[in-house]
């Protein structure tokens, strides 16, 4: 075997170990972001289990600065200030 075809295989193997050493890195990292996505979405099932909860058109959540008037929300008066 000539010195050429020698190097040629030497540079082959070396690109092929490059190569898996590469797509090792690449999948171990693509698992770590689908695990993270699997949280994620278990997070984003719980917030909407939540707010299934919430009565179609409520405007605010937070009852304060409200009252309940006949079961809905009513704002309270705004008195006038003295300056």
């Known amino acids: 075997m000539s010195s ?3 190097w040629s295989v030497i540079n ?3 690109l092929i170990a490059g190569l898996a050493i590469y797509l090792f890195i690449v999948s171990s990292q ?3 972001v689908a695990t993270n996505l699997e ?3 278990d997070l984003v099932w719980d917030i909407k289990k939540d707010a299934e909860a919430i009565e179609p058109g409520l405007t605010s959540i937070n009852s304060t600065g409200s009252r309940r008037l006949h079961g809905r929300l009513t704002p309270l008066p705004v008195e006038p200030c003295a300056v």
């Open 30 to 32: 693509l698992k770590k």
């Open 4 to 6: 050429l075809a020698l």
């Open 12 to 14: 082959i193997v070396a």
């Open 39 to 41: 949280e994620a979405a």
